[in-house]
């Protein structure tokens, strides 16, 4: 989540197979105790993600993915406007609301990622999110092989973007 070091709370992000599956493989390439390492210090920017897409020829940017999973939320699930938003890792509501409303929503949440990630690998979406997935999958270091179908790579593609942007 973002934030100055040792201002922000613990946040709490309910994580499906698929996504601890993408850990476990990130981790072998981890660096300085980041899963995804940038190439000099820290973990891997957006901007860095960003010239890469370009650099491959690819329309779309990392930034829209949080919106993209922002509207799905709203318009295939109905989801609340404090949950979806909790899920980008956004505060709703004033001081003293939160001060009082101290819920993560962690099983609501947990669903949801659940139906995004059968969405994901549902096959509903464009060939875009394919050639994003290769097109960053690939510099990372991961094998494309071990990845081993379209579907965890469109998976892998939005948990890599979420957790850049988170």
């Not at 960053?136 to 965890?152: A, C, M, V």
């Amino acid at each position: 989540m973002k934030g100055r070091k040792g201002k922000t709370s613990d946040f709490r992000v309910p994580l499906t197979p698929e996504a601890l599956h993408v850990i476990e493989l990130a981790s072998q390439q981890q660096r300085d105790g980041h899963i995804f390492p940038g190439v000099k210090r820290g973990v891997i920017s957006d901007a860095s993600m960003a010239r890469l897409m370009e650099r491959r020829g690819l329309e779309a940017r990392p930034h829209g993915f949080r919106s993209t999973l922002r509207v799905w939320l709203t318009e295939s699930q109905q989801a609340s406007r404090e949950v979806a938003e909790t899920i980008i890792a956004h505060q709703t509501g004033s001081l003293t609301e939160r001060a009082y409303n101290r819920t993560d929503f962690l099983e609501q949440r947990r669903e949801l990622m659940e139906a995004w990630e059968r969405y994901l690998k549902s096959g509903d979406q464009s060939q875009t999110t394919y050639s994003i997935a290769r097109s960053i999958i690939r510099p990372l270091g991961f094998p494309i092989s071990t990845l081993r179908s379209i579907n965890n790579l469109k998976n892998s593609v939005h948990l890599i973007l979420l957790c850049i942007e988170g």
